[in-house]
């Protein structure tokens, strides 16, 4: 028996990553996984595993930089699976061409990141929310990021797009309560996905040296894995935390605990 026995949760982006390890979160708690993905391949691939390991999934194409497809995921989840009572809004890019200050970052890069990164997430609420609420409510569990809160250096529409999710957690928290629909946030540190790996360029050893040391700046010694995420959401989206809304959770070794004043501690 599963806490989730039963339940439908929509997981975008939910082929790889964070997502992937979503997915496979819920699947194992007994849930019925529609996996919301761009990526055909790695989509059906995540399909299979859950498949193999007595899990319940489907596999659904979508864009979410396209207006359409969000709806579109709800419709098919409540085609396949009658319904929707969780939705994991995970899905975000932050391309290389992204890392740039406010001048120079071009409205396209704006666009495609607060597009999927943000709008993505009101427009599934938005078509999910119904659904949940005629199945007598739903849990919608946002991923932010510490660059929510603080930021660095040359993610501008990134830092910008992750704030906003933050702030649309707490509004629809507030208009959703009474009706038994709760909305949360995770903010991961440094995880360990495809999303990471792509924005570090270089050689393999490059990158296992990069990410060795984004590891040794974290108070917990490492990086974190997709699991370490999937487990707070599942938690999260669980009756175990039915008197949470409106909040965010940092899953990120504590690395928002730390602070900057850490560095300027070292250097004087």
């Known amino acids: ?80 699976y009658g319904g929707v009572d969780y939705l994991f809004n995970n899905v975000g890019i932050q391309p290389r061409t992204s890392y740039t200050n406010a001048e120079d970052t071009t409205e396209e890069i704006w666009d495609a990141i607060l597009s999927i990164n943000l709008k993505s997430y009101w427009l599934m609420s938005k078509y999910a929310i119904p659904v949940m609420r005629d199945r007598g409510g739903g849990v919608i569990v946002n991923n932010a990021s510490v660059q929510g809160q603080q930021s660095a250096p040359l993610v501008t529409a990134y830092a910008a797009s992750k704030g906003g999710v933050l702030s649309l957690t707490r509004q629809m928290s507030l208009d959703y309560a009474r009706q038994n629909i709760r909305v949360l946030a995770v903010c991961p540190g440094s995880i360990d996905t495809p999303l990471m790996r792509d924005a570090i360029s270089g050689e393999p050893r490059d990158m296992e040296a990069a990410i060795a040391a984004a590891g040794a700046n974290s108070p917990i010694g490492r990086i974190g894995s997709p699991e370490d995420i999937a487990n707070v959401v599942v938690f999260l989206c669980s009756d175990k935390a039915s008197f949470m809304t409106g909040e965010f959770v940092n899953v990120d070794g504590g690395v928002m605990a730390q602070g900057a004043w850490a560095d300027l501690g070292r250097a004087r």
């Not at 919301?36 to 995540?46: E, F, K, S």
């Not at 659904?60 to 359409?68: E, I, L, R």
């Open 1 to 80: 028996m599963g806490i989730h026995d039963g339940k439908v949760v929509i997981v975008t982006g939910g082929a790889l990553g964070i997502g992937g390890g979503a997915s496979r979160g819920f699947a194992r708690e007994g849930a019925r996984v529609i996996v919301a993905d761009i990526n055909t391949d790695a989509g059906h691939q995540t399909v299979d595993e859950i498949k193999a390991d007595g899990g319940e999934a489907t596999f659904v194409q979508a864009d979410f930089s396209v207006a359409a497809d969000p709806r579109r995921v709800v419709e098919q989840s409540v085609a396949r």
